[in-house]
C-alpha cells in the first residue's frame, strides 16, 4: 500500500483498508474524525454600567476569579440587560472548546460541506465536564448548532463554569457596542491606530470545567473515542483527570492514531511537567508558546541542560516513545513564538533532530483586535491539516493562517472563507 502525505510525514502504520470496514460504511467522512479534549466553559458577553463593574471589582484587562459576593455576578447581568434591553451573548470558550471551533468553522468552508450530514455524523467531537444545570444546556446547544458533538460529563454536584466577558455600556450611543476593538492589542500598536480601545472586564468560575468522570470515558463515549484518528488534549485537563488523559493517549499509540497536546499555560508546565512528561512517550504532536516550553524544561535548565528553545525542541523530540526507539513514527515539537518564526522540530531517519523555522505573516495594526484565542486556532489549523492528511509544511501554513484570522476577529466566532485548500498548500510546500 501508500503511505498518505500524513502517514509519511509522520511515519504513521499503514492500516490496510478491508472491505465492510469503516471506510464503506455509511458514516465514512473523507478525513479523519477528531476528539477535544478539555475544560469547556460557557461565555457570557454582554454591556453593563461602570458601576456594576466597580461594585464587583473587576479591573480592566484582567481576569478575576468568582468568589464570595461576586456569585451573584451572573443573575446581575442578566438582569441589567433585561431592564436595559440589552443583549446578553453566549457562546462556548476553553482552550480546547475554541481549537474545537475553529476546526469545525474550517470543515464549514470544505468543498460539499453540509450542515445537516454533518449533524448526522459529526466530525468533530468535544469531551469534558458540565453541570446538569441550565447554563449546561445552553453551551450544549450553542457547541451543536456550531456543528461540534458535545461528549459531556454531566456533574450534578457543580455549576457549569462560566466566563463573563464585559465592557462598560457607553450611554451617550445605545448603538454602539464596546468589543469592536479591545485593548489586548500590543502596547506599541495602540498608538498607532485612531480607533477607541475597548476595555474588558473578565470574570471566571470554573465549576464543572475542573472535574470529569473516568468511567464516562470508559462506559459512556468510548465508540467515539474509537471512531477518531486524531486526538486533541489541552495539558489542563491533567489537572482534571490525569487517568483519562493517559488512557486516550495510550489507546493512540496501539492503534496508530494521532495524538496530540496543547501546554495550556506557563503555570501548568512549571507545577504539573511530571504530569506532561508521562504522557509525552505517546504523543504524536506538541503545541505550545516559548514560554510554556521553557516552563516545562526548568528542572532541565537547573542540570545545565535545554538552555535555549532550541534544545528544549530537540530534548522533547528525542525523548523515547511509548513503541520504543521506533524511529520511523516520529514526534513532532510545534513552538509559536508570537510575531518571531514558529520553531518545529522533529526526528529525522532517526540520525537527530530537524530545527525548522516558519516565517509569520503580518498583521496590520489596524487589523490587530485581540490575542486571546489565536494559540487555540493555530493549533486548529495545525489539527485539520492532519484530518486531511496534509504534511507538516502545509498543516503549519494553514495554522498560520488561522492564527492571523483569529487576532482579527471581533466576536465569539471564527470565519475562514479565504481559507487555503490543502491541496493548495501541498504544491506550494518546500520539498
Request: glycine share 8%.
Amino acid at each position: 500500500g501508500k503511505l498518505s502525505p500524513v502517514a509519511a510525514e509522520l511515519q504513521l502504520p499503514l492500516v490496510p483498508c478491508m472491505e465492510g470496514s469503516l471506510a464503506d460504511a455509511p458514516n465514512a467522512l473523507p478525513f479523519q474524525r477528531l476528539l477535544c479534549m478539555g475544560a469547556p466553559f460557557l461565555e457570557v458577553r454582554a454591556e453593563v454600567p461602570q458601576s456594576t463593574l466597580d461594585d464587583f471589582k473587576l479591573r480592566g484587562n484582567a481576569v478575576v476569579q468568582v468568589e464570595g459576593h461576586m456569585q451573584s455576578l451572573l443573575p446581575e447581568i442578566n438582569r441589567l440587560c433585561a431592564e436595559m434591553g440589552r443583549p446578553v451573548v453566549y457562546a462556548a470558550t476553553g482552550d480546547a472548546t475554541l481549537t474545537a471551533l475553529a476546526v469545525q468553522a474550517l470543515l464549514r468552508e470544505d468543498q460539499g460541506y453540509s450542515a445537516e450530514a454533518n449533524r448526522r455524523n459529526p466530525a468533530v467531537s468535544l469531551l469534558g465536564g458540565v453541570g446538569r444545570d441550565q447554563l449546561g444546556y445552553k453551551l450544549q446547544d450553542y457547541l451543536k448548532e456550531c456543528g461540534i458533538q458535545p461528549l459531556l460529563s454531566e456533574i450534578v454536584s457543580e455549576q457549569t463554569g462560566w466566563t463573563a466577558f464585559l465592557c462598560p455600556l457607553r450611554l451617550e450611543d445605545p448603538s454602539s457596542h464596546g468589543f469592536e476593538r479591545s485593548s489586548l492589542a500590543p502596547e506599541q500598536e495602540k498608538g498607532e491606530s485612531n480607533l477607541q480601545l475597548a476595555v474588558v472586564y473578565r470574570a471566571v468560575q470554573a465549576g464543572a470545567a475542573n472535574q470529569y468522570k473516568l468511567d464516562h470515558l470508559r462506559f459512556k463515549v468510548w465508540e467515539q473515542v474509537e471512531a477518531a484518528g486524531v486526538v486533541y488534549a489541552e495539558a489542563t485537563f491533567l489537572t482534571v483527570s490525569f487517568e483519562s488523559v493517559k488512557i486516550l493517549a495510550e489507546h493512540c499509540a496501539k492503534m496508530g492514531n494521532t495524538f496530540c497536546l496543547s501546554l495550556s499555560a506557563p503555570y501548568v508546565c512549571r507545577y504539573f511537567g511530571d504530569r506532561i512528561l508521562t504522557v509525552i512517550p505517546y504523543t504524536d504532536v506538541i503545541f505550545g508558546c516559548e514560554r510554556e516550553y521553557m516552563a516545562l524544561a526548568e528542572q532541565k535548565r537547573s542540570e545545565g541542560l535545554a538552555q535555549d528553545v532550541d534544545s528544549v525542541a530537540t530534548w522533547l523530540a528525542k525523548m523515547p516513545r511509548s513503541d520504543g526507539e521506533n524511529w520511523k513514527r516520529r514526534r513532532v515539537v510545534v513552538i509559536t513564538c508570537g510575531d518571531k518564526p514558529t520553531i518545529v522540530a522533529s526526528t529525522w531517519r532517526g540520525y537527530g533532530v530537524k530545527v525548522q523555522r516558519f516565517p509569520v505573516p503580518p498583521v496590520r495594526s489596524r487589523s490587530f483586535v485581540r490575542k486571546d484565542g489565536a494559540g487555540d486556532a493555530f493549533a486548529a489549523g495545525f489539527l485539520y491539516g492532519l484530518m486531511h492528511e496534509a504534511d507538516v509544511d502545509s498543516c503549519v501554513q494553514m495554522a498560520l493562517y488561522c492564527a492571523s484570522v483569529a487576532v482579527q476577529r471581533v466576536g465569539p466566532g471564527f470565519s475562514f472563507k479565504d481559507k487555503p485548500s490543502v491541496d493548495k498548500a501541498l504544491s506550494t510546500a518546500p520539498q
